[in-house]
C-alpha cells in the first residue's frame, strides 16, 4: 500500500473489555513498531518485529498487552481487560525492505484508544 | 537509559520568522537522529534523518544540525509560514527503538 495503514481510526471500550489494533504497513516492510502515546507525549516505545519474528518486547507494559504478526506482514496488538491508563494513542511504524538502521521510520495515523 | 529532551515544550512565532528547536539526548552512542512533524489527531511524518556521522541535513526550509559529543540537535526552520504549525518530536536510535522526546509544539500566526 502507499502508506502505514491502522485500524480502528477511534475505539472506546468500557473497563475490562478486550480491544484488538491493526497494522498494515508498507508492502514489503520488514521491520514494524508499535508505539503507545500519551496525550502531550512523545510515542513510547512497545515492541518490534522483523518480518514475523518479535524481537524486542520490553516496552509492553503489562501481560494484558500482546502483540503479534503471523505472516510478517499484518500486525495487530491486543490488549485484554482494558484498564483507564491504557487510554491513548497507539501508532505503529515500519521500515524499509532491509534491516539497515539508517533508514526512515514511516507512521501510521494511530488508533485512538479511550477506556470507560 | 537514554532520555531525550527538547526545549522550548511550545513556541508562537509571527509568519515570516526564523525559529531554532533544541533537542538534546543522554546517551551519545546513537546511530542517528530523526526529526519529525505530528499535525494534531495525525501520526507522525519523518521530516530529516541525520546519521550519526553527518552534521547536518537539508530539505526545503529545513535545516537539522547534529552535535553527537555534546548531545544536541536543532531544527531551523526558515521563513515560517501557518502552515508549520504542528508538532516537532526529535527521536534517537538506530537499531534500538527509537526514544522520542516530548515534542514542540509550534504555532505560526499569520
Same mark, same amino acid.
Given at each position: 500500500?502507499?502508506?502505514?495503514?491502522?485500524?480502528?481510526?477511534?475505539?472506546?471500550?468500557?473497563?475490562?473489555?478486550?480491544?484488538?489494533?491493526?497494522?498494515?504497513?508498507?508492502?514489503?516492510?520488514?521491520?514494524?513498531?508499535?508505539?503507545?502515546?500519551?496525550?502531550?507525549?512523545?510515542?513510547?516505545?512497545?515492541?518490534?518485529?522483523?518480518?514475523?519474528?518479535?524481537?524486542?518486547?520490553?516496552?509492553?507494559?503489562?501481560?494484558?498487552?500482546? %502483540?503479534? @504478526?503471523?505472516? *510478517?506482514s499484518?500486525?495487530?496488538? &491486543?490488549?485484554?481487560?482494558?484498564?483507564?491508563?491504557?487510554?491513548? /494513542?497507539?501508532?505503529? %511504524?515500519? @521500515?524499509?525492505? *532491509?534491516?539497515?538502521?539508517?533508514? &526512515?521510520?514511516?507512521?501510521?495515523?494511530?488508533?485512538?484508544?479511550s /477506556?470507560? | 537509559?537514554?532520555?531525550?529532551?527538547?526545549?522550548?515544550?511550545a513556541?508562537?512565532?509571527?509568519?515570516?520568522?526564523?525559529?531554532?528547536?533544541?533537542?538534546?539526548?543522554?546517551?551519545?552512542?546513537?546511530?542517528?537522529?530523526?526529526?519529525?512533524?505530528?499535525?494534531?489527531?495525525?501520526?507522525?511524518?519523518?521530516?530529516?534523518?541525520?546519521q550519526?556521522?553527518?552534521?547536518?541535513?537539508t530539505?526545503?526550509?529545513?535545516?537539522?544540525?547534529?552535535d553527537?559529543?555534546?548531545?544536541?540537535?536543532?531544527?531551523?526552520?526558515?521563513?515560517?509560514?501557518?502552515?508549520?504549525?504542528?508538532?516537532?518530536?526529535?527521536?534517537?536510535?538506530?537499531?534500538?527503538?527509537?526514544?522520542?522526546?516530548?515534542?514542540?509544539?509550534?504555532?505560526?500566526?499569520?
Open positions: 500500500g502507499a502508506g502505514v495503514s491502522q485500524s480502528p481510526r477511534y475505539k472506546v471500550a468500557k473497563r475490562g473489555q478486550d480491544v484488538a489494533l491493526r497494522c498494515d504497513p508498507i508492502s514489503g516492510h520488514v521491520s514494524l513498531f508499535w508505539y503507545q502515546q500519551a496525550l502531550g507525549q512523545g510515542p513510547e516505545f512497545l515492541t518490534y518485529f522483523q518480518n514475523e519474528a518479535q524481537l524486542d518486547k520490553s516496552g509492553l507494559p503489562s501481560d494484558r498487552f500482546f %502483540a503479534e @504478526r503471523p505472516e *510478517g499484518v500486525s495487530t496488538l &491486543k490488549i485484554q481487560r482494558t484498564q483507564q491508563e491504557d487510554s491513548a /494513542v497507539y501508532l505503529c %511504524a515500519t @521500515r524499509g525492505t *532491509g534491516v539497515t538502521t539508517n533508514e &526512515k521510520l514511516f507512521f501510521g495515523s494511530g488508533t485512538q484508544l /477506556v470507560l | 537509559k537514554q532520555e531525550v529532551t527538547q526545549i522550548p515544550a513556541l508562537s512565532v509571527p509568519e515570516g520568522e526564523n525559529l531554532v528547536l533544541n533537542c538534546s539526548f543522554t546517551d551519545s552512542a546513537i546511530y542517528n537522529l530523526q526529526w519529525f512533524r505530528q499535525d494534531p489527531g495525525k501520526g507522525l511524518t519523518s521530516l530529516l534523518l541525520i550519526s556521522s553527518q552534521r547536518e541535513q530539505s526545503g526550509r529545513l535545516n537539522a544540525s547534529l553527537k559529543s555534546s548531545g544536541r540537535s536543532t531544527l531551523y526552520i526558515a521563513a515560517s509560514q501557518p502552515g508549520d504549525s504542528a508538532t516537532y518530536l526529535c527521536a534517537v536510535g538506530g537499531n534500538t527503538p527509537l526514544v522520542f522526546g516530548k515534542g514542540t509544539r509550534l504555532s505560526v500566526i499569520a
